[in-house]
């Protein structure tokens, strides 16, 4: 699995505007919605209820916010760099400015979890992330997110 098997370009935005979490997984479930046919709301709920579990802050400015729905057909990945970091209650307690979210259908299983641990490694990588703060251009974003797993698979 690559990360352009989930992430489509017009699932990346380049400068969110967001002053808390869960504004910006406001704006993110619409987003979400516009491209997997799902409402908006059902989006938002469920990736509100994973955060209540447990913040999906994993550290160094970075959250991948991730839960299962019903009606989806296949994984969904949607990335935002936040023109303002919002406080994510992280693990590390530093403010948040990249965020990939995974959607997954329920049935995933083992998928969800490989997708996860793609995009974790991914975001991991310190070279990637300063390219990814260092852009503000959505196409740009889109090829450093896809470039680098294709680097990898090599």
Do not use: W
């Amino acid at each position: 699995m690559m990360i352009n098997d989930i992430l489509v370009p017009e699932a990346v935005i380049a400068d969110l505007k967001a002053t808390s979490k869960k504004q910006a997984l406001q704006e993110l479930a619409r987003r979400a919605a516009e491209i997997s046919g799902l409402h908006e709301r059902t989006v938002f709920d469920v990736l509100m209820e994973r955060e209540r579990l447990g913040t999906t802050g994993v550290g160094n400015g970075i959250a991948i916010p991730h839960g299962k729905l019903a009606n989806l057909d296949r994984l969904y990945g949607l990335f935002a760099r936040l023109s303002t970091p919002v406080d994510f209650q992280a693990i590390d307690e530093r403010p948040v400015d990249l965020i990939f979210v995974l959607l997954a259908p329920e049935s995933a299983g083992a998928d969800h979890l490989k997708a996860l641990a793609k995009v974790s490694r991914l975001l991991r990588d310190r070279a990637t992330c300063d390219k990814l703060r260092g852009t503000d251009n959505a196409e740009a974003l889109f090829a450093i997110l896809t470039e680098s797993q294709e680097d990898r698979a090599a």
